[in-house]
T-cell receptor, first 118, second 110 residues
């Protein structure tokens, strides 16, 4: 149980294009999902907290107009990197918390999406 | 002061030894504590959660929590080369925020 999926797992795009990453909780409902970014050999950096039915909460220094988050259902959150540039190349990871505490309050991570912007 | 602090390492132990990973946190009201393992290029995977003071054992892993000292640790017995990874400590604060440490890199030497 407690499976979180992400799609796509790997994407290469040209500079200036937009990329959408999906995060799904497969066997539980998640009112709250989290988006992280991780650069090589660095720690996880929380970008934003995604709340179902409301606006996401962004961490300081994260551009909300560049990283659009939509959490339209209890099992799906999307992160759209708009007008991507090479410096946005990173490993993007989502996580989800079980709203109904079926699996306690643990954060479960998706497998990550590796974005390369040329 | 960071919410969660870990020694970044690297920590090296010989195969079969006990690896000890430590973590301190700043919010005294924190209630939930987690250890994750992250292999290079992969996302974190949950190893253990602990909520009460004392020890919690799961196979070769033992989590230890001391809320008075605001300290949580992870012991790995009979360390194996496959345990080589970065170990992340995470804490859910009283304000219901999750905070991750920067991780400790562990290398188990065959």
């Amino acid at each position: 149980g407690a499976v979180v999926s992400q799609h796509p797992s790997w994407v290469i795009c040209k500079s200036g294009t937009s990329v959408k990453i999906e995060c799904r909780s497969l066997d539980f409902q998640a009112t709250t999902m989290f988006w992280y970014r991780q650069f090589p050999k660095q720690s996880l950096m929380l970008m934003a907290t995604s709340n179902e039915g409301s606006k996401a909460t962004y961490e300081q220094g994260v551009e909300k107009d560049k990283f659009l988050i939509n959490h339209a259902s209890l099992t799906l959150s999307t992160l759209t990197v708009t007008s991507a540039h090479p410096e946005d190349s990173s490993f993007y990871i989502c996580s989800a918390r079980d709203t109904q505490l079926k699996f306690t309050d643990t954060q479960y991570f998706g497998p990550g999406t590796r974005l390369t912007v040329l | 002061q960071k919410e969660v602090e870990q020694n970044s390492g690297p920590l090296s132990v010989p195969e079969g030894a006990i690896a000890s990973l430590n973590c301190t946190y700043s919010d005294r009201g924190s209630q939930s504590f987690f250890w994750y393992r992250q292999y290079s290029g992969k996302s974190p995977e949950l190893i253990m959660s602990i909520y009460s003071n004392g020890d919690k054992e799961d196979g070769r892993f033992t989590a230890q929590l001391n809320k008075a000292s605001q300290y949580v640790s992870l012991l790995i017995r009979d360390s194996q080369p496959s345990d080589s990874a970065t170990y992340l400590c995470a804490v859910r604060s009283a304000g219901n925020q999750f905070y991750f440490g920067t991780g400790t890199s562990l290398t188990v030497i065959p």
